[in-house]
């Protein structure tokens, strides 16, 4: 997935979090096997839904309820997985990427 790539690789949605998808859509336990299998870095980047901007349209197909239950089960299952959460905060764009820059040590 990015090991070969020297320096930073970041996933927009990764493995796990469509494994815990089809743990909430089937029970299936698939989360924790994957987990063991193909780890990520321990720590993970959760921006929060963002009332006042969300829009739904043709590939963002849930409302902000829909995202705010979402975001809720990822922020809960992360940690029982090993990975230590890091909300990402609500300011602009280059605010955001200072703050990864930093917390990255970078």
């Known amino acids: ?33 994957l987990c063991r299998e193909h780890r990520y870095h321990r720590e993970v980047f959760l921006t ?8 739904q349209d043709a590939d963002r197909r849930h409302d902000i309820a829909s995202a705010l239950d979402k975001y809720e089960r990822l ?8 990975y230590n959460v890091v909300i990402l905060p ?4 280059e605010d955001r990427a200072a703050f990864l820059l930093e917390r990255l040590g970078a």
Do not use: N, Q
Not at 75 to 82: K, V
């Open 75 to 82: 922020l809960a299952a992360y940690p029982r997985l090993g």
């Open 48 to 55: 929060p839904p963002w009332p006042e901007i969300y829009r």
């Open 1 to 33: 997935m990015g090991a070969d790539h020297e320096g930073w690789v970041f996933f927009d949605r990764g493995l796990i979090d469509a494994a815990l998808a089809l743990v909430h859509a089937s029970g299936d336990p698939v989360a924790e096997l």
């Open 90 to 93: 609500k300011a602009p764009i």
